[in-house]
Nanobody, 123 residues
Framework: VQLQASGGGFVQAGGSLRLSCAAS????????IAWFRQAPGKEREFVAA???????YYSDSVKGRFTISRDIAKNTLYLEMNSLKPEDTAVYFC??????????????????WGQGTLVTVSS
């Protein structure tokens, strides 16, 4: 299984970007899928996830601004990011794995990871 993230770029504060994550196999109907990010000098942090119950979960820092979605037919995960802030600057990773809901924000439960795509938000 491979995940390929794309869509990162440079945007001014208040702008929008949409990230995509294409999967090589049919994992989205079997696993929880998520976006994490890692800023320079910081640890990887949870951004958003969709569980196998199809509910979506968000970190407090992006709630109301970001939307996670998936297209099972296209094997593609999306992250729509609006009202971007300079503190959203990071490399964004998509991930998938057999994660239980209580651990959905923990990176350790995700088996498959994309290579990351850089998002830079200027002030």
């Amino acid at each position: 299984v491979q995940l390929q993230a794309s869509g990162g770029g440079f945007v001014q504060a208040g702008g929008s970007l949409r990230l995509s994550c294409a999967a090589s196999g049919r994992i989205f109907s079997r696993y929880a899928i998520a976006w994490f990010r890692q800023a320079p000098g910081k640890e990887r942090e949870f951004v958003a996830a969709t569980g196998r119950n199809l509910h979506s979960y968000y970190s407090d820092s992006v709630k109301g601004r970001f939307t996670i979605s998936r297209d099972i037919a296209k094997n593609t995960l999306y992250l729509e990011m609006n009202s971007l802030k300079p503190e959203d600057t990071a490399v964004y990773f998509c991930a998938a794995g057999p994660v239980i809901l209580s651990q959905i924000a923990a990176a350790t439960g995700y088996y498959y990871w994309g290579q990351g795509t850089l998002v830079t938000v200027s002030s």
